[in-house]
Nanobody
Framework: QVQLVESGGGLVQAGGSLRLSCAAS????????MGWFRQAPGKEREFVAN????????YYADSVKGRFTISRDNAKNTVYLQMNSLKPEDTAVYYCATARVLASTKPYYDNWGQGTQVTVSS
């Protein structure tokens, strides 16, 4: 089983940037799809972005396309989410997760981190 630990969240003004990291333990990291999800208060957890095992394919939710970039470093067992041009509506707890297939829905993801809070002030 893969264990995931997110970091890099915080408070930022609208228009600012943050980079989230997700460190994974376990030998299977490099073979897994990695995804980022977020959950705002009172809302369902929603898909943000995912990346295939090699990093050659990425996919984004429309709400973050052009502003967020997902990447991974398999040598460091880490996946990143670079978030630029942040908006107040990006405020949420951000989670990373692993999957065996490329998917944008939660049921396909079988390991989750504990989340990191991102707050964007207006």
């Amino acid at each position: 089983q893969v264990q995931l630990v997110e970091s890099g969240g915080g408070l930022v003004q609208a228009g600012g940037s943050l980079r989230l990291s997700c460190a994974a333990s376990g030998r299977t990291f490099s073979t897994r799809v990695m995804g980022w999800f977020r959950q705002a208060p009172g809302k369902e957890r929603e898909f943000v972005a995912n990346i295939n095992w090699s990093g050659s394919y990425t996919y984004y939710a429309d709400s973050v396309k052009g502003r967020f970039t997902i990447s991974r470093d398999n040598a460091k067992n880490t996946v990143y989410l670079q978030m630029n041009s942040l908006k107040p509506e990006d405020t949420a707890v951000y989670y990373c997760a692993t999957a065996r297939v490329l998917a944008s829905t939660k049921p396909y993801y079988d390991n989750w981190g504990q989340g990191t809070q991102v707050t964007v002030s207006s």
